[in-house]
């Protein structure tokens, strides 16, 4: 395969994913209704439940669509008609399912925070007491808008006690930051294939506890994303109802091989070294961040935007671009912000070089004459 350039991607997700899982793109045709394809899919599916440690309680079921698929699957088709769902929202993620539940109809009962401020336990207690009919709380794990990783364990245990079970969407965190979802005890989580998990984008997959599939199956509120029907029509065909992304499936088979070598506390380690070195390198060149060391991911910064004279994003963004790193904008946190992060196929070097060149666009700016 001809040798492709390698760009540090400091977004997000999709990631920069290894030459390995960009290879297992190039395969030879088949179709997706061949036992063959269908075999690889359901391994896939298997990884995908161990990864959580979740093999004796949940399930998985994979959909063909970014990410917002996936919380689309899991919303409109475990809350029950007549139900109520509470979010808390604490970014634009939890906004997103705040919009997505009500375009569906859902009645939301909105947790609503600055984007950047922590939940407050008492008070999502006081809503869960204080509002008859809701069966699920919806949170986000690590918020990708600011970085910051709430407290799942803590919630699903409140909202366990008030019978509702729990929707957490783990897109940015899944297979980086370790999960165990029989501690959690979590109904539903959320994920897709270019995030962490170091794929390409086109599959998102919702796993889910085996138990809630005779309970969601008359739920019915959309057609392409209705986890029972998708869910049981691979169980008897081996085949997804529509058309999966072939060649993006065999990346994702790659991707999940490479991180059971590399191993749940070795991705950590990694992530969590690049997010040191990348957090100290900002501080040393005058960056502050938006919030505090122990609400932090470690997967993604939140920096606010300096006052250095002639500095723009744009600006920034634009001379690091050309030089092989992608940074990112802000999305609404509560103070003017950019983000990094350093999910994906990264390592130590990739950030020392990024340091390297942006304390070179620092000086750049600072000697500009106005
Ligand atoms: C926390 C979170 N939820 C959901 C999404 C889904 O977005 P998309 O549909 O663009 O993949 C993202 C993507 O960045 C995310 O970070």
Redesign the pocket.
């Known amino acids: 395969m001809k040798n492709i350039s390698r760009k540090i991607l400091l977004n997000?997700?999709p990631a920069t994913t290894t030459q390995t899982v960009k290879e297992a793109m190039v395969v030879e045709d088949i179709c997706p209704r061949e036992k063959d394809f269908g075999k690889m899919l359901d391994s896939i599916k298997d990884d995908l439940v161990k990864i959580v440690h979740g093999v004796d309680t949940h399930h998985a079921v994979m959909f063909t669509?970014?990410?917002?698929?996936?919380?689309e699957a899991a919303i409109t088709s475990a809350v029950p008609k007549g139900k109520k769902i509470l979010v808390v929202e604490n970014?634009?993620?939890g906004t997103?399912?705040v919009k997505l539940a009500e375009t569906f109809n859902i009645e939301v009962v909105r947790y609503q925070l600055t984007y950047g401020d922590y939940p407050d336990l008492d008070q999502i207690e006081s809503l869960l007491k204080n509002n008859v009919g809701i069966s699920h709380l919806a949170v986000?794990?690590?918020?990708?808008?600011t970085g910051m990783l709430n407290p799942v364990q803590k919630i699903c245990d409140l909202a366990h006690q008030y019978n509702a079970e729990v929707i957490v969407?783990?897109?940015?965190?899944y297979a980086g930051i370790p999960i165990d979802i029989t501690k959690w005890d979590a109904e539903y989580l959320?994920s897709?294939s270019?995030?962490c998990i170091q794929g390409m984008?086109g599959l998102?997959f919702v796993i889910f506890k085996k138990h809630l599939l005779e309970k969601i199956k008359d739920t019915k509120r959309s057609f392409y994303f209705d986890i029972y029907n998708q869910f049981t029509g691979f169980e008897k065909t081996g085949q997804m109802q529509f058309t999966p992304p072939v060649q993006v499936a065999y990346a994702l088979r790659t991707a999940i091989d490479e991180y059971f070598i590399e191993t749940e506390s070795g991705r950590w380690n990694r992530y969590e070294e690049n997010y040191t070195i990348l957090f100290e390198g900002l501080a040393s060149l005058g960056f502050e961040f938006l919030l505090p060391d122990h609400q932090q991911s470690k997967i993604l910064l939140a920096i606010k935007e300096p006052a250095f004279p002639n500095y723009s994003f744009d600006s920034m963004h634009d001379y690091l671009y050309e030089r092989g790193f992608t940074i990112y904008p802000g999305k609404g946190a509560k103070e003017a912000t950019f983000r990094l992060s350093v999910l994906g196929d990264l390592h130590k070097k990739d950030i020392e070089d990024f340091l390297k060149c942006l304390e070179e666009y620092l000086f750049k700016i600072k000697t500009l004459k106005n």
């Open positions: 997000p997700g669509a970014s990410g917002t698929g996936g919380l970014g634009a993620y997103r399912m986000v794990h690590h918020e990708t808008t969407d783990c897109m940015s965190s959320i897709s270019n995030k984008p998102v």
